[in-house]
């Protein structure tokens, strides 16, 4: 009955035939009235409890998601495409995998931390084989890739606690073969990202954060053994750093104290940021003065004035704690997505852009 009614009100309108109505659209040859195609997916939410750790890696038309499951000792395989996720394969690695990153398109890594390793994986038509198991002494948190080249690459690996951090070289051509040298940095060094620009002079680096030590630091690429340079230290505990998209600013999440900040990559200014008094445990950066803190079931966006005031904020719900959050145009329509790796719940997310758009304005 409800059909005919839309049926009869889009003749009666005299618009059935060309299907512009409101909830009429008519197929092609034929008087037969359809529903009007549904409002497109803002969000999915993955299957994946407690993943401490994950890295896209996207080409035309798909990304691929390595990402860990802490908790349950797995490291898994998801192919993102469209609005749609599918989980490829899954495969089992020591207790406590932390972080996971890509080599190449071919190659993906996790770091363990019962075993103590980077654990090496050949991925080939959706398929993660094990190849290699670098060794590394201590426990590690997070491995992020510094150079990747004619299949040699050189990996960071960090602690889950204690102060060394370890560089690795290893070589597709030699699988068995690897170079491990271990640095001292800081107390708890967590999360390192790779800046271009570094206070005081040209070049980049390696900054990252210390927990234990309450502080930033920060390395060349000159020189990645050494002595780290301290670059703002704090009351609270930083849990995270992220570089803007041009470098000019590193971006700190603080865990308390009701603010977060951010420090001037060209001439080591820090600018405090007014937060929530529960601070945030993840950071992602959208432009030079739009920021995206993450913290439990939330993501708190913030726009910025050029002394880090705050001129608005906005909102995006989300299904953990939303420690680890990825900048990607996932579904390749032009607009930046999040990527929301919950450490902890059963569930992470993807959050479609224009994500500014769509978050709710807070007071």
Request: proline share 6%; aromatic share 6%; with cysteine.
């Amino acid at each position: 009955m409800m059909q005919w009614f839309r049926a009869w009100a889009c003749r009666l309108a005299g618009l059935a035939l060309m299907g512009l109505a409101a909830g009429c659209q008519t197929q092609p040859g034929s008087g037969n009235v359809v529903q009007a195609p549904a409002a497109p997916v803002t969000a999915i939410q993955l299957a994946l409890p407690q993943a401490w750790g994950g890295d896209l890696r996207c080409t035309p038309g798909q990304c691929l998601l390595g990402a860990v499951e802490h908790e349950s000792g797995k490291l898994n395989l998801l192919r993102l495409q469209g609005r749609s996720a599918m989980l490829l394969d899954q495969q089992a690695v020591a207790y406590h995998p932390d972080s996971a990153a890509w080599l190449s398109d071919d190659w993906l890594t996790a770091a363990v931390e019962a075993s103590s390793s980077l654990d090496i994986f050949r991925v080939s038509v959706g398929h993660m084989a094990p190849v290699h198991r670098v060794a590394l002494g201590f426990a590690p948190r997070d491995v992020i890739v510094l150079a990747a080249q004619n299949g040699q690459y050189r990996l960071l690996a960090t602690p889950y606690s204690g102060n060394k951090v370890a560089i690795v070289d290893w070589s597709e051509g030699s699988p068995t073969v690897d170079k491990v040298r271990a640095s001292a940095w800081c107390e708890a060094p967590w999360h390192p990202t790779r800046v271009r620009q570094l206070p005081g002079g040209p070049g980049g680096g390696v900054a990252v954060a210390c927990l234990d030590d309450k502080k930033v630091v920060a390395v060349s690429e000159a020189d990645l053994y050494a002595q780290p340079r301290t670059l703002a230290s704090f009351d609270a505990i930083p849990r995270q750093v992220r570089p803007s998209p041009s470098g000019a600013w590193l971006y700190v999440a603080l865990e308390t104290g009701g603010r977060n900040a951010r420090i001037d990559m060209h001439t080591g200014e820090l600018q405090w940021i007014k937060a929530a008094p529960t601070g945030s445990v993840g950071v992602a950066v959208l432009a030079d003065d739009l920021v995206i803190w993450g913290d439990s079931g939330l993501l708190t966006l913030q726009r910025l004035g050029s002394h880090a005031e705050v001129l608005e904020t906005r909102a995006l719900r989300t299904s953990g704690f939303s420690t680890n959050v990825r900048l990607q145009d996932i579904d390749g329509d032009g607009q930046t997505d999040a990527l929301v790796l919950n450490s902890a719940g059963e569930r992470s997310d993807v959050l479609y852009g224009p994500l500014w758009e769509r978050a709710q304005p807070q007071p």
